[in-house]
């Protein structure tokens, strides 16, 4: 059974850092793209950032280019997603996702979703 759980969420303040981690189990991830989500309050589900499991073609959101990172830890089945420079429109509940069609924008290609972890962002 496959599973993605989030953790390292948590309330900071603007300018601060943080850095979110997703634990994959339950299959080899080697031909997946792993994916980054986020869902602030009232709002749709958006892509934030995707990278292949090898670590190449990472892709970001324009909103988050230059300030989030997304890397693999490969003997720990782990995906990071480091957040620098946080802002308060950077407050959601944050996704992570693992899918076979590469890395991408659209959550509709992702396959398996773990369950979100919260950051919050005070101004």
């Known amino acids: 059974q496959v599973q993605l759980v989030e953790s390292g969420g948590g309330l900071v303040q603007a300018g601060d850092s943080l850095r979110l981690s997703c634990a994959a189990s339950?299959?080899?991830?080697?031909?997946?793209?792993m994916g980054w989500f986020r869902q602030p309050p009232g709002k749709e589900r958006e892509f934030v950032a995707a990278m292949s499991w090898t670590g190449a073609n990472a892709v970001y959101a324009d909103s988050v280019k230059g300030r989030f990172t997304i890397s693999r830890d490969s003997a720990q089945n782990t995906v990071y997603l480091q957040m620098n420079s946080l802002e308060p429109e950077d407050t959601a509940a944050y996704y992570c996702a693992a899918g076979r069609n590469g890395p991408s924008r659209l959550y509709g290609l992702y396959n398996y979703w773990g369950q979100g972890t919260q950051v919050t962002v005070s101004s």
């Open positions: 339950g299959r080899t991830f080697t031909n997946y793209a």
